[in-house]
């Protein structure tokens, strides 16, 4: 494997319904913290709670001094090293530990990068991104029963939650894609030539 070339990766959001999918391209060296990054973007998640990427029995996030057996820095590690070092192309991420949002993180394949294109990039997604801080998979299921049940005691709180126009088929490809395209520009190393000074 070379750092330079590209991971095409498969992310399955765990336990729900309908399917929520999404299918990114990353370079291989990337960090895990940015890994992260990419996939919350894509997913279409806020970014507003605490995650952890596993490979076996190792785990890489946010470290925590106080937490003796806290994820290994996500910031010091590299894609290519989990996949070398660990041996899998398979990856847990789970997001939010209160609600336990879990994905499978699968390495379809290992292409070489295409001139001109900006990694990473979303290149499919399938299925709507859940409401975050509703309870989980378990909680999505109830409030998506609730939402479509108008006799449903709690239909009314349920439907206000989703704010009316939500449907857990449709998703905003255009929106994410311009989200997880931002990530690629901002890491894009960008090399301004330097004029020599007239004196």
């Given amino acids: ?7 095409r990766i498969k992310i399955t959001l765990d336990d729900v319904t309908p399917a929520v999918l999404r299918r990114v391209e990353v370079p291989l060296a990337i960090r895990l913290d940015r890994l992260h990054l990419t996939i919350q ?21 946010v470290p925590d001094p106080n937490w003796s057996d806290g994820p290994l820095d996500a910031r010091k590690t590299r894609l290519i090293d989990v996949l070398e070092d ?10 939010d530990f209160g609600d336990g ?7 379809e394949r290992l292409p070489d990068p295409m001139p001109s294109i900006a990694y990473p ?11 975050e ?11 998506l029963e609730a939402r479509a049940d108008p006799k449903h005691d709690r239909h009314a709180e349920c439907d206000e939650w989703f704010a ?12 994410l894609t311009e989200d997880v395209a ?9 090399s301004t030539p330097t004029r020599a000074r007239r004196t």
Avoid at 1 to 7: G, K
Avoid at 182 to 190: E, F, H, M, P, Q
């Fill in 1 to 7: 494997m070379s750092v330079e070339t590209i991971a």
């Fill in 41 to 61: 973007a894509a997913m279409g998640w806020t970014n507003s709670h605490l995650y952890q990427l596993r490979a076996g029995d190792v785990g890489w996030g």
């Fill in 86 to 95: 660990v041996g899998t192309k398979t990856l847990r991420y789970v997001y």
């Fill in 101 to 107: 949002w879990e994905h499978t993180i699968k390495i």
């Fill in 121 to 131: 990039r979303l290149v499919d997604a399938a299925g709507r991104c859940p409401p």
């Fill in 133 to 143: 801080d509703i309870g989980g998979p378990w909680g999505y299921v109830e409030l």
């Fill in 164 to 175: 009316g126009d939500f449907d857990p088929e449709i998703v905003d490809v255009k929106w």
């Fill in 182 to 190: 931002a990530l690629a520009k901002r890491w894009s190393r960008k």
